[in-house]
């Protein structure tokens, strides 16, 4: 069973500050890597999917990288209204189980 | 435009059972596999079962395998989770989400599920 780690737990910025959140794959998920966004009473909200490409909808400022067991969300520049939780989630080819990360706060400095 | 909307939750008894529903819209529900992911209360996410666009594919988390059972209803465009010796482990926000290529692109706004006595 793959696991996924996420770092650091919680990351406190200013707006304007750039956020670099990690997941970690305890195996290879090749691509297969997708970044969500929770924010407090509201379900999750895709924001990358296949490592590196933003779901409709979703500004510009958030990127993603990675490949194979190290993977990176990027947002470039906070706005208010990203401060969130932030899961990492893989889906493996066989048998398909989804697992998600523990997450990453991103609160106010 | 895309629209998923949980229903069934609830207070129940440690033992008891329980079905959610999950009702979809704006999209052709039977082109897509889904799934049912869960959110106890101050954690992060769990993935409960998935189900595959005619039914012929599901699988479980391993804490719930053997008690809940995923199904759907493509001609009603409705998602099932039929919950069963439910536990206090199994309290949480349960949230139906479309899965493509792997992930879960749209979510309902969930139902809460409480085990208590």
């Known amino acids: 069973e793959i696991v996924l780690t996420q770092s650091p737990a919680t990351l406190s910025l200013s707006p304007g500050e750039r956020a670099t959140l990690s997941c970690r794959a305890s195996q290879s998920v090749s691509s297969y890597l997708a970044w969500y966004q929770q924010k407090p009473g509201q379900a999750p909200r895709l924001l990358i999917y296949d490592a590196s490409n933003r779901a409709t909808g979703i500004p510009a400022r958030f990127s993603g990288s990675g490949s194979g067991t190290d993977f990176t969300l990027t947002i470039s520049s906070l706005e208010p209204e990203d401060f969130a939780v932030y899961y990492c989630q893989q889906r493996s080819n066989w048998p398909p189980v989804h697992t998600f990360g523990p997450g990453t706060k991103v609160d106010i400095k | 435009q895309v629209q998923l909307v949980e229903s069934g939750g609830g207070l129940v008894k440690p033992g008891g059972s329980l079905r959610l529903s999950c009702a979809a819209s704006?999209?052709?529900?039977?082109?897509?596999?889904m799934s049912w992911i869960r959110q106890a209360p101050g954690k992060g996410l769990e993935w409960v079962s998935y189900i595959s666009s005619s039914s012929s594919y599901t699988n479980y988390a391993d804490s719930v395998k053997g008690r809940f059972t995923i199904s759907r209803d493509n001609a009603k465009n409705s998602l099932y989770l039929q919950m069963n010796s439910l536990r206090a482990e199994d309290t949480a926000v349960y949230y139906c989400a479309r899965d493509t290529n792997r992930v879960g692109d749209y979510w309902g706004q969930g139902t809460l599920v409480t085990v208590s006595s």
């Open positions: 704006g999209f052709t529900f039977s082109d897509y596999y």
